[in-house]
């Protein structure tokens, strides 16, 4: 029996699902991340290798591994030595310090392109050319390009998925000449090498034996060029037609629109990555269940959810973490707003719930008015999808039908990727 391996690194943590060749789930595995853990490679590495023990350890008798693809979250980025270890901390998808070079972005980069937002990868390579901390014989890498460098061992590659926010052209799978000489006019000669770009899951290359040796798997086992975690999540949500979307409930919210029509526009956040001919069109905002988290345990939000009204909540919150927004709001100061907080725990989980999904019909409705194809029907990912009384809400707000994706792991939409 042959599997494909889907590793998903997102915000909380990392996660693998294998599955056979008629989508079957034949292995899961999981890696939670503490909050000093989420930036640090080393942590990142040992994940990986623990996923794939417990991989091996799971897999049905006769079943094999045949092809690997990891998700990383978007815009979390590295600088590497020629060997492919990191010489400074990574910048997280979420990190905000390319708002000191948001100036050098627009004078580069065309008018409201992807790039032109504080956190894109593109702004947080200038940041790390304006800071010195380049050098010619560097690489930049996404999360997922490290990550499955470590097991195929080739420096330098990519997907068009991660590669968007760098500027990368999706169609023609180059770097556009604004961006190759722009940043060569500030770099005084420390641009590090920026990686050859392929469609997501492209074989790169096979295992390396020390790694299939040491976990057991094939030798002749494909790593594929990955994604990022909010397409891994759309791709296993079911999406197929123009108008169908998904939302991803996790740490954050991500919204993602199928559409005819590729809407880009830095103002608000909003990117489209290609998918056949049709276009993934949406953002990703910094609210979502990171804030509930803050506030409440898993059994609380529960038992709390069972007791909230049908009426619509009067409080209204901005739920973020910390100051910084990109999408519906592209606003790296950004503020919370988490004020006026009720002393019944129901009310203010109430007014949370009510506040973010009306962060998600303002997403949706931002893209209509761009010119994306309308909304027909919401497919919901992430932890949040298993929520019934916060669908309910979010049913009000959008007035589409909501639906439960099939599959809510971004591990398994990878997994497909690796298998198709």
């Given at each position: 029996?042959e599997?494909?391996?889907?590793?998903?690194?997102g915000?909380?943590?990392?996660?693998?699902?294998?599955?056979?060749?008629?989508?079957?789930?034949?292995s899961?595995a999981?890696?939670?991340?503490?909050?000093?853990?989420?930036?640090?490679p080393?942590?990142?590495?040992?994940?990986?290798?623990?996923?794939?023990?417990?991989?091996?350890?799971?897999?049905?008798?006769?079943?094999?591994?045949?092809?690997?693809?990891?998700?990383?979250?978007?815009?979390?980025?590295?600088?590497?030595?020629?060997?492919?270890e990191?010489?400074?901390?990574?910048?997280?998808?979420?990190?905000?310090?390319?708002?000191?070079?948001?100036?050098?972005?627009?004078?580069?980069?065309?008018?409201?392109?992807?790039?032109?937002?504080?956190?894109?990868?593109?702004?947080?390579?200038?940041?790390?050319l304006?800071?010195?901390?380049?050098?010619?014989?560097?690489?930049?890498?996404?999360?997922?390009?490290?990550?499955?460098?470590?097991?195929?061992?080739?420096?330098g590659?990519s997907?068009?998925?991660?590669?968007?926010?760098?500027?990368?052209?999706?169609?023609?799978?180059?770097?556009?000449?604004?961006?190759?000489?722009?940043?060569?006019?500030?770099?005084?000669?420390?641009?590090?090498?920026?990686?050859?770009?392929?469609?997501?899951?492209?074989?790169?290359g096979?295992?390396?034996?020390?790694?299939?040796?040491r976990?057991?798997?094939?030798?002749?086992?494909?790593?594929?060029?990955g994604?990022?975690?909010?397409?891994?999540?759309?791709?296993?949500?079911?999406?197929?037609?123009?108008g169908?979307?998904v939302?991803?409930l996790?740490?954050?919210?991500?919204?993602?629109?199928?559409?005819?029509?590729?809407?880009?526009?830095?103002r608000?956040g909003i990117?489209?990555?290609?998918?056949g001919?049709?276009?993934?069109?949406g953002?990703?905002?910094n609210?979502?269940g990171?804030?509930?988290?803050?506030?409440?345990?898993?059994?609380?939000?529960a038992?709390?959810?069972?007791r909230?009204?049908?009426?619509?909540?009067?409080?209204?919150?901005?739920?973020?973490?910390?100051?910084?927004?990109?999408?519906?709001i592209?606003?790296?100061?950004?503020?919370?707003?988490?004020?006026?907080?009720?002393?019944?725990?129901?009310?203010?989980?109430?007014?949370?719930?009510?506040?973010?999904?009306?962060?998600?019909?303002?997403?949706?409705?931002?893209?209509?008015?761009?010119?994306?194809?309308?909304?027909?029907r919401?497919?919901t990912?992430?932890?949040?999808a298993k929520n019934?009384?916060?669908?309910?809400?979010?049913?009000?707000?959008?007035?589409?039908?909501i639906?439960?994706?099939?599959?809510?792991?971004?591990?398994y939409?990878?997994?497909?990727?690796?298998q198709?």
């Amino acid at each position: 029996m042959e599997c494909a391996l889907g590793i998903d690194f997102g915000t909380s943590g990392a996660r693998a699902i294998a599955i056979d060749t008629a989508g079957e789930i034949r292995s899961q595995a999981e890696s939670p991340f503490t909050p000093s853990a989420t930036a640090n490679p080393a942590t990142w590495r040992e994940a990986l290798f623990a996923l794939l023990e417990t991989t091996r350890q799971q897999l049905p008798q006769g079943a094999i591994v045949s092809r690997i693809a990891i998700n990383g979250t978007s815009a979390t980025v590295l600088l590497c030595d020629a060997s492919g270890e990191p010489v400074v901390p990574p910048l997280l998808y979420n990190d905000g310090s390319g708002a000191a070079v948001l100036d050098k972005v627009t004078e580069i980069a065309p008018a409201n392109h992807t790039v032109v937002s504080a956190t894109s990868s593109f702004a947080k390579l200038l940041w790390w050319l304006e800071g010195g901390a380049t050098k010619s014989e560097y690489f930049f890498l996404h999360q997922a390009d490290w990550l499955a460098f470590l097991l195929h061992g080739q420096l330098g590659i990519s997907d068009y998925h991660n590669a968007l926010k760098l500027g990368c052209d999706p169609v023609n799978l180059w770097y556009p000449k604004w961006l190759v000489e722009g940043i060569h006019r500030i770099a005084n000669g420390r641009v590090p090498q920026l990686p050859r770009v392929v469609a997501p899951g492209t074989p790169i290359g096979q295992l390396i034996p020390d790694i299939a040796h040491r976990f057991g798997f094939s030798l002749q086992c494909l790593v594929c060029a990955g994604t990022t975690d909010s397409i891994a999540a759309c791709l296993a949500s079911g999406v197929q037609h123009p108008g169908e979307a998904v939302t991803s409930l996790g740490s954050t919210i991500v919204l993602k629109l199928l559409s005819r029509s590729r809407i880009e526009d830095s103002r608000y956040g909003i990117y489209s990555h290609r998918l056949g001919n049709l276009w993934l069109t949406g953002g990703a905002s910094n609210a979502g269940g990171a804030v509930l988290r803050n506030f409440f345990t898993d059994a609380e939000l529960a038992t709390l959810s069972d007791r909230l009204p049908d009426t619509e909540s009067s409080l209204n919150y901005y739920p973020l973490t910390q100051p910084g927004e990109r999408f519906p709001i592209n606003d790296p100061q950004y503020p919370p707003k988490l004020e006026p907080r009720p002393d019944d725990p129901v009310a203010f989980l109430h007014g949370l719930l009510e506040s973010l999904a009306r962060i998600e019909a303002r997403g949706y409705q931002l893209l209509q008015q761009l010119g994306a194809t309308p909304i027909s029907r919401v497919y919901t990912a992430g932890g949040g999808a298993k929520n019934a009384p916060w669908s309910r809400i979010r049913h009000r707000h959008l007035r589409v039908p909501i639906l439960q994706s099939p599959h809510t792991e971004a591990a398994y939409g990878t997994a497909l990727l690796a298998q198709n």
